[in-house]
């Protein structure tokens, strides 16, 4: 899933506008936490926003079964975020993130504009799957 930060304020915005980033960064921190559940924890206290202009994974908050980890996609306002079960968790993590996971991105698509992967290349708007 790849979060857009600047929906619809790109044409105002320019890489120089380091202090309007930083601050939409916190904000995206800050939303996370508050949609997880209390169960989480932050996993990585140093995530800078510099790991965005590269491609590693970096896990943010986490809990005993799963982590949810950002990564950067080369520009600072595209960032992928993922719900995945901890490697040495229990078999049974694997149906706590589906379950937890559906939940996650239905509340961070009421902040932001989501987007999944259908290619290398392209995406399409995450749309919740109805109950």
């Known amino acids: 899933m790849y979060v857009d930060l600047t929906a619809g304020r790109e044409a105002e915005l320019e890489d120089e506008d380091y202090d309007i ?33 590269a491609r590693e994974t970096v896990p943010l908050f986490a809990n005993e079964l799963a982590v949810v980890t950002v990564d950067g996609q080369g520009e600072y306002h595209h960032i992928g975020i ?22 996650f991105f239905e509340k961070l698509a009421e902040y932001y504009n ?12 995450y749309k919740p799957a109805k109950r």
């Open 21 to 53: 980033l930083d601050m939409d960064w916190e904000d995206l921190k800050y939303n996370i936490k508050e949609i997880l559940p209390d169960s989480f924890e932050e996993a990585w206290a140093a995530v800078q926003r510099e790991f965005t202009y």
């Open 82 to 103: 993922g719900m995945t079960a901890r490697v040495d968790a229990p078999a049974y993590a694997d149906h706590y993130v589906a379950v937890q996971g559906s939940k």
């Open 114 to 125: 989501l987007y999944v992967r259908t290619s290398a290349w392209t995406s399409r708007p």
